[in-house]
Structures are given as C-alpha cells and as structure tokens.
C-alpha cells in the first residue's frame, strides 16, 4: 500500500503538467472554435525563448514574465490578425489546417536559430528551490514539482473565474458561437477573439516555461509527448469543461505513474505500454464518449449569412485550363525524364528516388484528403509498416522484394481498414484525432519492437532483382525507372478514382453522408475501401523509400511525419495527382539541393537543413482557407489562364472579339 501511495503522488506533478496543456486546449477550443494543434508547438518556443534568455544572463523570474507575459500574448495576437481571422467561422477543415500548419513551421523556424539543437533549461523554474520542501512517507516533494500543482491550481481557478464572468467570459464564448449575433449586440467580435488567442498563447508559454526544466534538453519531441497526452486529458471533458480537464490530466498521470513503477524497466512492457497509455485512453474516448463525435457540430444562429465555402479544386478548374495543364504537363515530363537519365550525377538520382518513393505516398493522402476530405494523420504510419512487412519478409522468409512490397501495401491497407471503422461512427475533428492516436499508437507499439520494425536500428531491406538488372546500387538509374514506372501506375489508379463514379460518391459522402446515403450510395462500404486503398497506397510508398535508402528506420516513419505530409501535400495541391507528385519530387530536391550549403556536419546543421525544407513546402497551409486547391495549383491556373487570353484556343476567337 506504501508503494501504490507513493507511486500515486509522485506522479501527481507530472498529471499537472498534462492538466495545465488540457486546459489551454480547452481554453483555445471554448473560447476561439480552434482545436489548437500547435500549442505544443508554441510551448516549444517559449521555453527555447527562456532558455536563451536565461543563458544571456537574465533573472528566471524576469525570464518568465518576459515570455508568458509579453513574448507569448503578443505571438497570439499575431496568430489570430494574420492567420485564424481570416478563415470563415463554419470552415473547420481550414481551422484545422492551419493549426496543423502552425505545429509544422512554428518548430521549423525556431530550429533555423543557431544553438536551438540541444538547448539545457535552467534547472528550476521561476522562484522553486531544488531542494526537498517536505516529505509525504517516502516521498520527497521538491519546488519544482510543487511550482507545477501550484501553478495548474492557480490558472484553473482563475481561467474557470474568467470564463464564467459576464465581462469577459460570455462574450468570449458568444464570440465562438456567433461572431454575427454578438456584433448585433455592439460588441466587436474581432477583439474578444483576439484576446481570447492571447490568454491562450499565454498558456502555452506558462506550460513551456515550467515544462523545460523537467525534460531537457528543450527539443520539440518532448514538448510534442506532453501535447498529445494532454489531448486525452481534454477529451474527459469534450473539450469543453476546465474542471474535467483537470481531473483527467492528474488521473491520466497517477495512473500511468503506477502502471510504470510495477512494470520492471526490463520488460518490453516498460517502454512500449507506459508511453502508450494516454493513446489508449484517446482512442478509447473517441469511441466511447457522445460529446466528442459532436465537436464540429455547429449551432450558430447567423451561419445563413456567412459567405459559401469554396467550391472543390476539380470543379474550379475549367476544362480548357484543365486541357492546357495536362499538355504541358506530359511535355514538361518528358522532358524531365529525358535530362534525369541523360545528364544527372548520381546524388540527383538518388533524391529522384526518393522523390518518387514520397509522391506515392503523397498519392495517399489526396486520396483520402483531397478526395474523402478526411485529414489523416496516419498516412506516414502506414507507410512504415508498409516498409515494415515488406523488410520482414524478405530477411527472414527470403520473399522477393517486389512480391514482399505488395504484401506490405496489404497489410498497411488492412491497418487503414482496421482505422476505418471506428471513422464509420465520427467526422472531422475527431477522425484527425483518432488517426493522430493510431500513428502514436504505431509508434510507440508496433515500430520499436524487433519483430516488426527491428527496434531502434531498423532492418536491412534489400532491393528488387527482375531480369537479370541489378538494382543493388544507391545511385542506380535502373531502380529510379522501377520506381517512376511504380508512380505512374499509381498515379492513373488515383487519377481514374478522382475522375470516375467513385469521385463523385466520395465527394456527394464528405458533403452529407445522410444526404448520399439516401441517394443510395454505399457509405460505409466506400469509406472503408478509401481508408483501405489510401495506407495499402501509403504502404507501397513505405516500401519504396525503404529500398531507397536499403534500409528500414522507424524515426523515418515517425508519427510527427504525418500532420508534416499532410500540410505538405495541402501546400502544393491535395485535390489533384500532379500536385502530390510535385509536391514529393520537390521535397527530395529541395533537401538535395541544400546539402550543398556550407555545413558542419553536425547534427544540428543536419536538422537546418530538414527543418528549411519543412518550411519552404509548408507556408501554403496557412492560406487553405482561401486556396484550398493549394497554392502551386492556384499558380498553375492564374499561368494557364493568362497563357490562354494570350493565345486563343479558337483561331477565330481573336477576330470575333474584335468585331463585337
């Protein structure tokens, strides 16, 4: 009984931290209709950003003020004018985006700083001694877990005092309700919603100052482990009550402090089950509680007067346009093929391959993104334990290599079936969480286990031999022409889909699926074939990136790659399959072309260069809202279009115009 008390109240300071992060989830979603995806993301910046004060010399105590009073709330009242007010109330696909967008970039930029690679907090926040205050049998109780509990029972009171004041917390929630209606009432909306992003910023700073002495060094991955325990934590109360929040945060973490101090550290359990914990719950919650497959149902009076949400990419792009494109196209290929295997030195082959290896696996999530409209975040799971199947069977049952990929690419669609039932019963929001907690899931069970993904050092995955053709060498041209065939035959498999009948029922499914139901089509039977056919597409990428390397990692297929595929492929264009296949080639090019910058050879220049290459295809997440065809394709059309009033399709369309 000793052990179990103990075990319970060391972990009451870890719960706290969760519960802190859940209330600013709760905070942003209640008073702003954002689910902040990058809060995680900011908390990863306001601890960097009082590390480097603290390092510079400044006092912890001025540190703090400095970043959650003045750094933080100004970053929100920034994030709110450039950014989230510019997205109509009723597009929460393009809320979601866009935070999604912050959780990619937000990191990204920070990394460009020189230093930030392995940053050490100062060991205590603000005023906490180290030091034991007081002893609870044999625990020992030190400031720094006790500025935690304190600091999470002081912002619950106040945020709970804030949000229930006629002066400051009702407009608050009518601003997320009906901006429109509470206009009429003479209150501007705009500037209770910015408030509201800059209390919660707030937030965000408080839990990376308080987070950073207790993981260090600050890297993004921890702040990012604490963001989606805490989003279990938030689903106690739907996303909608302070008080559950908190209760959820603290007993996710006693719980998960007693599961980890009666496992042995030995056992496999240890590493795979105790991080996995808070995944559970989320999925289990998903599932189970009524409130949250009813996050995106919206009960504004005024969404009659908002202005329609634009219309699907594939119907605003004119057929002559559309012809125009898919000419230049074909040339421009071509011609591409031609100079690659004609004239590139063997790196660039070796990034054209693992350009073609991403473009189907980009393929995948304008399947089920562009296509479903379902923002997946599992996309890059799939992918792995695609490579996954495929590197097992080939080492251990001698498979061949092809024959080993195809079987991959099932077994990753039987995962994305598996994801698909649960997705019969929710929508929107809760779908991205719920594939968000399988990628976590995926990696944290399935990856570091050797009898799947061969633990932390992955497995050696041989390459095809067809024909007599060796395709063993890293450079080689023969398996950049295996792999670019691999992506046309993909491509015109989603390409037929995006065209066909089974375009339009999937496009008739995102719009109403009651309404498409009663037109009679399949919505279960469909929904559950694109989920499979998206991660068996996902899978068959897998396989081919790790070919392209001849070697299968599990922190290539990590669950952080999902939300940075997802807003890539958003950035250069999910509705249309050149734009996934743009979108893959460019990201390979673009990491090869900054290998020729001046470099270190550190680890440190090594994720500049990753995070400069997030950057440069990610920015496009940030104006869904009004170019949710993204914004290559938007500059592929305004080209096209201006082409066209340049040169006539109708040799005699000049001469008409002149004589009207």
């Known amino acids: ?253 006693m719980v998960q402090g007693v599961v980890q101090g009666y496992i042995p550290q030995t056992s496999v359990w240890y590493s795979a089950l105790v991080p996995s914990l808070p995944f559970f719950c989320l999925l289990v919650l998903l599932l189970v509680h009524p409130g949250m497959r009813t996050l995106d149902q919206s009960s504004d009076p005024m969404m009659a007067v908002e202005p329609p949400p634009p219309t699907p990419a594939l119907a605003q792009r004119p057929p002559h346009i559309n012809r125009l494109i898919h000419r230049f196209r074909w040339i421009l290929a071509a011609t591409f093929a031609l100079i690659v295997i004609t004239f590139s030195p063997g790196p660039w082959i070796a990034a054209l391959t693992i350009g073609g290896a991403y473009s189907v696996i980009f393929l995948s999530i304008t399947l089920i993104t562009g296509l479903a409209g379902q923002l997946s975040l599992a996309q890059a799971a799939f992918a792995g334990i695609g490579a996954a199947t495929t590197a097992q069977l080939t080492i251990n049952q001698h498979v061949p290599a092809l024959v080993a990929a195809v079987a991959g690419a099932i077994v990753a669609g039987g995962g994305g079936w598996v994801a698909s039932l649960p997705a019969l019963r929710l929508r929107g929001l809760p779908v991205t969480l719920l594939t968000l907690c399988l990628a976590l899931l995926a990696d944290n069970l399935l990856f570091p286990t050797s009898w799947i993904g061969g633990g932390a050092n992955g497995l050696t995955v041989p390459r095809p031999h067809i024909f007599g053709i060796d395709f063993s060498d890293v450079d080689s041209k023969s398996f950049l022409l295996l792999v670019l065939a691999v992506v046309l035959a993909v491509s015109g498999v989603v390409h037929v889909l995006l065209r066909g009948t089974t375009g339009r029922a999937l496009a008739a499914v995102h719009a109403s699926p009651v309404g498409a139901a009663s037109s009679g089509v399949a919505v279960r039977r469909l929904t559950m074939f694109v989920f499979f056919l998206s991660a068996a597409i996902a899978g068959i990428g897998g396989a081919l990136f790790a070919m392209s390397f001849l070697q299968e990692s599990p922190s290539d297929f990590s669950w952080f790659w999902g939300p940075t595929f997802l807003v890539i492929v958003v950035t250069v264009g999910a509705t249309t399959v050149e734009g996934a296949i743009e979108a893959g080639f460019g990201y390979a090019l673009i990491a090869q072309a900054l290998t020729y910058l001046p470099s270190t050879g550190s680890s440190s220049s090594n994720a500049v260069q990753s995070a400069v290459t997030v950057l440069v295809l990610s920015f496009g997440a940030f104006t869904y809202a009004s170019h949710p065809e993204g914004i290559v394709e938007a500059a592929k059309r305004g080209i096209a279009t201006t082409v066209l009033r340049a040169v006539p399709a109708n040799p005699f369309e000049r001469v008409g115009r002149k004589n009207s």
Request: include cysteine; hydrophobic fraction near 55%; aromatic fraction near 10%.
């Open 1 to 253: 009984m000793s052990n179990f008390l103990s075990y319970t109240l060391q972990s009451v300071p870890w719960g706290c931290t969760f519960a802190l992060v859940a209330v600013g989830l709760v905070l942003t979603y209640r008073a702003t209709g954002v689910f902040n995806f990058g809060f995680g993301a900011e908390a990863y910046a306001a601890g960097v950003i009082y590390t480097e004060l603290f390092d510079h010399g400044v006092n912890r105590v001025w540190a703090a003020v400095i970043v959650v009073c003045v750094v933080a709330p100004v970053f929100g009242a920034v994030l709110e004018a450039g950014l989230f007010s510019r997205i109509p109330v009723g597009n929460t696909t393009a809320k979601m985006v866009t935070a999604l967008g912050v959780m990619v970039v937000l990191p990204s930029i920070v990394q460009l700083f020189p230093g930030t690679g392995n940053l050490q907090a100062p060991f205590a926040p603000f005023f906490a001694p180290v030091i034991p205050i007081f002893q609870v049998g044999s625990f020992f109780i030190n400031g720094i877990e006790l500025t935690t509990v304190l600091a999470t029972m002081v912002t619950l009171l106040l945020l709970m005092a804030l949000l229930y004041s006629k002066r400051f917390g009702l407009p608050m929630r009518a601003a997320v309700e009906s901006p429109k209606l509470l206009e009429l009432t003479g209150v501007n909306s705009r500037s209770v919603l910015r408030s509201s992003w800059m209390v919660a910023t707030m937030l965000a700073g408080l839990a990376g100052v308080l987070f950073a002495p207790v993981e260090t060094p600050v890297t993004p991955t921890n702040y990012s482990i604490i963001l989606v325990a805490a989003i279990a934590a938030a689903a106690v109360g739907a996303l909608r009550s302070l008080p559950l929040a908190v209760v959820g945060g603290v007993a996710l973490g």
